[in-house]
C-alpha cells in the first residue's frame, strides 16, 4: 500500500516545477484555511433563517476544533516521516518539523465542507468541497504531505462534522446562547 501512496504523491508532486502553478499552490496551501475560517465567519450575518445559519456554522466551527483534536491524539501514536524527508517528493515550502499523518489542513477544510453539507447548506457546503479538495492537492503538490496523508485528514475532518451534527443540536440552551450573539 505504501509504494501505491508514494508513487500517486511522487506524480502529484512531479506537476510542480512551473513558477505560476507552484506560486498558486503555494498561496493554496498557505492560506486557503484561513480564507475558508473568514468566509465561514462572515457568514453569521447572512442568509433568511439566520438562526439556522449560525447554529450551522456553530457545528461547523465545533467540528473544525474536534477535527483538529482528534488529530492531536494520532499523533500520540502515529510518528510518519515527511514525503520529502523519504526522498519522494521536492518541496516548495519551508519544512515543518511535525509527523506528516494526518494532514490539519485537510482534517480542518473538510471539516468546514462537511459540517455546512450536515447542515442543509448544499451551495455553501459544496463551495467548500471544492475548497477542500484543491487545499488537500496543494498540500501534496507543494510536497509536504502523502495522498493518504490528506485522505486521513478528509477522514478525520468529516468523522468530526458527523460528531458535532449528532451532539451539537439546534435550540439546546447553549445554542440559543451562541446564535444570538450579535
Not at 500520540?76 to 524527508?85: A, E, K
Request: aromatic share 10%; net charge neutral; with cysteine.
Amino acid at each position: 500500500m505504501y509504494e501505491i501512496d508514494a508513487t500517486l504523491t511522487g506524480w502529484i508532486n512531479a506537476l510542480a516545477g512551473d513558477a505560476f502553478p507552484d506560486w498558486i499552490m503555494v498561496c493554496v496551501s498557505a492560506y486557503g484555511v484561513p480564507l475558508l475560517v473568514l468566509v465561514v465567519a462572515a457568514n453569521w450575518w447572512s442568509g433568511p433563517d439566520r438562526l439556522k445559519t449560525r447554529h450551522a456554522l456553530v457545528a461547523t466551527g465545533l467540528a473544525f476544533l474536534l477535527g483538529l483534536g482528534i488529530n492531536q491524539i494520532i499523533l500520540l501514536f502515529i510518528d510518519r516521516i515527511r514525503p520529502y524527508d523519504a526522498c519522494i517528493t521536492h518541496l516548495l515550502i519551508a519544512p515543518s518539523g511535525d509527523p506528516s499523518f494526518p494532514s490539519d489542513h485537510a482534517t480542518a477544510a473538510f471539516a468546514i465542507a462537511a459540517g455546512l453539507l450536515l447542515h442543509s447548506m448544499p451551495r455553501r457546503g459544496l463551495a467548500f468541497l471544492a475548497a477542500a479538495l484543491l487545499i488537500s492537492i496543494s498540500r501534496v503538490y507543494v510536497g509536504t504531505r502523502y495522498v493518504s496523508d490528506v485522505m486521513g485528514g478528509a477522514l478525520t475532518g468529516v468523522l468530526a462534522a458527523f460528531l458535532i451534527k449528532s451532539l451539537y443540536k439546534p435550540q439546546a440552551a447553549l445554542d440559543r446562547f451562541i446564535t444570538g450573539v450579535l
